[in-house]
Nanobody, 124 residues
């Protein structure tokens, strides 16, 4: 069983930065792509960023491109999301998830394990 635990969320002013972390259990972390998704109240869960198994391929939603950076440390079984220039519309619960394979995936249905989420609130 894989467990994913997010941390690093909080309250920040617009223009500020946060770094989310997602620690994974198990010995197969480096074999799978990882992704970050978010869900705001009353909205569907949406793709934010994803990274392939090696870390050399990434993908971002248009709304965060140029502001967010996804990375991973396979030695620490951890994936990160550096969020800069935060906007109030970035407010949501952020989830990390493990992809069903090695390649970058953007569809939530292709992810098989999910964390509990961490709240990010950006004030204006």
């Amino acid at each position: 069983q894989v467990q994913l635990v997010e941390s690093g969320g909080g309250l920040v002013q617009a223009g500020g930065s946060l770094r989310l972390s997602c620690a994974a259990s198990g010995r197969t972390f480096s074999s799978y792509a990882m992704g970050w998704f978010r869900q705001a109240p009353g909205k569907e869960r949406e793709f934010v960023a994803a990274i392939n198994w090696s870390g050399y391929s990434t993908s971002y939603a248009d709304s965060v491109k140029g502001r967010f950076t996804i990375s991973r440390d396979n030695a620490k079984n951890t994936v990160y999301l550096q969020m800069n220039s935060l906007k109030p519309e970035d407010t949501a619960v952020y989830y990390c998830a493990r992809g069903g394979g090695r390649v970058v995936l953007t569809t939530p249905l292709r992810y098989d394990y999910w964390g509990q989420g961490t709240q990010v609130t950006v004030s204006s």
